[in-house]
């Protein structure tokens, strides 16, 4: 014990003011790591009561008591917690304070402070067609963050992913007998398709011009396509994916839906479309996909393509935050499939190995950009 209590003493002796200020830098970074996953589900518990559309719909600053007194589910024994909550998501960027008029039963107005909506939080808007608040729950559904807990396990095991560790199977199967997964994955992927389609259209209008047909493969309920389809009436678009995902579903006027294996064929067309499809799975599930993507735009003849629309890792114009989002989806890829985030330069071998001579890239939304493969 006293050789203890001499260890402690030199070591303390030996740290200076300079190296003390170090020391607590350091911890507080390691702190708030620790605590990073308080402001996911701060952020989670805002959207479940009904926070940003409360905000919004009161069409002005909201004072605290506004607010409180607009939750409906909120109880009574719960109110004084409300500014605690707001407290930290107004420091991530969630909300800000304004200052508001407020009438005191009549007399003169004073002046309060009132909760506004930030540019982030009006993503999170029910009713705003460009929401992201799907994605954000199916991230956070126990489903997925349960894998989380198996990281450290999973590589001591063989398995092909934490996901099968955490639930005996794979992302794919589970996702085939749950149809809450199933549900809220779809839903997902159609909340971020809405926020980068007009995109594509607009940037990427040359890319589907002139085409006469266009496979979405792994298009679920078809959010691309139908947007797609909209814009050029002309082209005959078909959403293929799973039988599950698409059984229900019915197509439009030049809108259809197809199940079916994408690692066994594809329906021919004169180009196919990948929309965050690529980065599910491992180069070699890839090259397959992209072998059976040649084949379908060789039936259609020497002008066929596959569009690939999906994230380019080390992208040059990201700055520190965006870099930290490509290392969090790659890290999610890890987690629940087999696959990564790529750079320019792994994308290319992946064309390579699949028989293609030729690509161009056109970057369209932050970190994402339109590729173009050709045979």
Known sequence: MERLKSFTHINID??????????????????????????????KCAIQLGIPDTIHSYGKPMTL????????????????????????????????????NVNNDGEEEEEEEGYVLTDASKLLLKD?????????????????????????????????????????MAFWEYGGQDSKLNDFFNDAMASDARLVTKVVIDKGKGVFEGLD?????????????????????????????????????????????VGGNMFEAIPPSDAILLKWILRDWSDEESVKMLKKCKEAIANKGKNGKVIIMDMM?????GDEESIETQLFFDMMMMILVTGKERTEKEWAKLFYD??????????????????????
Not at 143 to 164: A, C, G, R
Not at 313 to 317: A, D, G, L, R, V
């Open 313 to 317: 890792m080390e992208n040059k114009k």
């Open 213 to 257: 047909s266009m496979v979405d493969v792994g298009g679920g309920t078809g959010t691309v396509a139908k947007a797609i389809a909209d814009a050029f009436p002309n082209m005959e678009c078909t959403v293929f994916d799973l039988p599950h995902v698409v059984a229900d579903l019915k197509g439009t006027k030049n809108l259809k839906y």
């Open 14 to 43: 030996l740290v200076d003011e300079e190296n003390a200020n170090e020391l607590l830098h350091a911890q507080a970074h390691v702190w708030n790591h620790i605590f990073s996953f308080i402001n996911s589900w701060s952020l």
């Open 128 to 168: 705003n067609p460009l929401s992201v608040t799907p994605f954000l729950m199916a991230v956070l559904d126990p489903i997925l963050t349960k894998p989380w807990n198996h990281l450290s396990n999973w590589f001591k095991n063989d398995d092909l992913t934490p996901f099968e560790t955490s639930h005996g």
């Open 65 to 100: 008591s506004h607010l409180i007194s607009s939750l409906p589910l909120l109880h009574q024994n719960k109110t004084p917690h409300v500014y605690r909550l707001m407290r930290i998501l107004v420091h991530s960027g969630f909300f800000s304070i304004q200052k508001t």
């Open 354 to 375: 699949a028989g293609f001579n030729n690509h161009s890239i056109t970057p369209i939304l932050g970190l994402r950009s339109l590729i173009e493969v050709y045979p």
